[in-house]
């Protein structure tokens, strides 16, 4: 079943600056028409999408799944159901699995894994060097061969300017985007958490923004130089932002994306609820009322890489995201046991699930409070991500592959560990009273989850 008509739903679609009640004809996985009083064809299954958004399928360019080496955290098949319930029918998954995804014969086991156990599209992004060691190329040409939609060496980052020179070069060559995890070694050292005031206060390590911002700024240079579309991720500093701002403007190929626990959370949450809601965790969420979550200090779940910054970073990442300099939104769905997390706030590993709850997050903290339009956020979701990856996707258009994504924007819910189809718990969000999600996702015309 690869056909569906989605009646009397707010369609939504950025790509073509759609925005209208219609209907969606979706026969044999592509779409077919889009407009009003559509009728289905005998044997065409009918969705009621009204008082629903409908928008293209939702794609988030930054997960890790984890497969091969290390599926006790997460596996295609339940990492794709994590997707598929938080509204997303595309991801791109990073290359830093055990072995990292370096050579084509990787690539080709997770594409015919994902095409075997995937509930969503696994698009697979490869490493710019050998084993993610930073120290030789990874074959950049036989990556893109075996079907590679970027190359990045994420969980790590490549110190030597000359060697991420040679990177972009080939990128270019290559039309790939490269994307970066954006972090300077000699400053960072072993930091775990902002370096602010809160990591004096709480006596822990600290990973100053400076860390982030120098290698933007490198970044930026190499994009100028060799005209590679550089990208970098999960930005979390004011300066990194002010960065990529101008160079923008001046036309330089660098973008950026965002995850929402950097503009929705402070490094305040680390020394514990009743300080975050105190300092500077006011402004949050609209839908908060009554009991506020709690959590205690030092609770692992709000320490990722790069990590919570300040209230003035947080601003100027939404600052960012409202005025385009960052036009991508994504989750870094980071899966790790809750037996690695249980441990002292130093040697927890990095990162936080992300898949079940960015688009709640997103539109709580941009749209409920008015900084971007709906269509706005979509884009940064779907039509934007798709233009960097040069997928044919994130479109209503006719002939479009049907991946479709209806959310109800005002429906108040919460995110609770059973409800998670993820094999990994590990998320600062459980327990929060959330407003708006996905409520069905489409994928090629079939319907993979529905509340
Ligand atoms: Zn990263």
Redesign the pocket.
């Known amino acids: 079943m690869n056909s569906l008509l989605l009646t009397g739903g707010r369609v939504v679609d950025p790509a073509n600056k759609f925005d209208s009640i219609a209907d969606v004809l979706i026969l044999n996985g592509k779409i077919s028409a889009v407009g009003k009083n559509l009728s289905a064809p005998a044997g065409v299954e009918t969705f009621d999408a009204k008082g629903k958004i409908v928008c293209p399928g939702l794609i988030d360019l930054h997960v890790h799944f984890r497969e091969p080496g290390q599926t006790a955290k997460e596996n295609i098949a339940t990492g794709t159901a994590a997707a598929a319930r938080g509204g997303f029918t595309s991801v791109v998954c990073m290359p830093n699995t055990s072995p990292a995804i370096d050579s084509a014969g990787t690539v080709a086991l997770i594409r015919e894994r994902a095409e075997r156990e995937g509930v969503v599209n696994v698009f697979v992004s490869g490493a710019i060097t050998k084993g993610i060691a930073g120290e030789e190329l990874a074959p950049i040409g036989g990556l893109k061969k075996a079907g590679v939609v970027a190359i990045t060496d ?2 790590h980052c490549v110190q030597n300017n000359d060697l991420m020179r040679r990177a972009c070069e080939y990128a270019k060559m290559f039309d790939l985007p490269l994307f970066d ?1 954006c972090q300077d070694y000699s400053l960072v050292t072993d930091g775990v958490m902002h370096e602010g005031y809160w990591n004096v206060a709480l006596g822990l390590r600290g990973w100053p923004a400076a860390g982030e911002e120098m290698i933007v700024a490198r970044n930026i240079l190499l994009a100028e130089l060799t005209g590679a579309k550089v990208h970098c ?2 930005l979390s500093a004011a300066g990194s932002v002010r960065l990529i701002r101008e160079a923008r403007q001046r036309g330089v190929p660098i973008s950026g994306e965002a995850c929402p626990h950097h503009f929705t959370l402070t490094d305040a949450a680390i020394a514990g609820s009743e300080k975050f809601w105190a300092s500077d965790g006011k402004m949050l969420a609209p839908a908060q009322s009554g009991e506020l979550p709690q959590w205690p200090a030092y609770d692992t779940h709000f320490k990722m ?1 790069p990590p919570l910054r300040s209230a003035k970073d947080r601003e100027a990442i939404l600052e960012g995201l409202a005025d385009g300099t960052i036009d991508i939104l994504c989750s ?1 769905h980071a899966p790790h046991c809750d037996y690695e997390k249980a441990v002292e706030f130093d040697y927890a590993p990095f990162g936080i699930t992300g898949l079940e709850i960015e688009l709640t997050l997103s539109l709580m903290q941009l749209v409920h409070t008015k900084r971007l339009s709906l269509a706005d956020m979509i884009a940064k979701f779907t039509v934007n991500p798709a233009k960097l990856l040069n997928l044919p996707k994130g479109t209503l258009s006719i002939g479009a592959d049907a991946d479709v994504t209806m959310i109800d924007t005002d429906c108040e819910w919460v995110y609770r560990p059973e409800d998670s189809a993820s094999k990994s718990k590990n998320n600062p969000f459980f327990g929060w009273q959330l407003k708006g999600k996905a409520v069905a996702t489409v994928v090629a015309g079939r319907l993979v989850w529905s509340e």
């Open positions: 994420d969980g995890h991720q999960h890489n870094d």
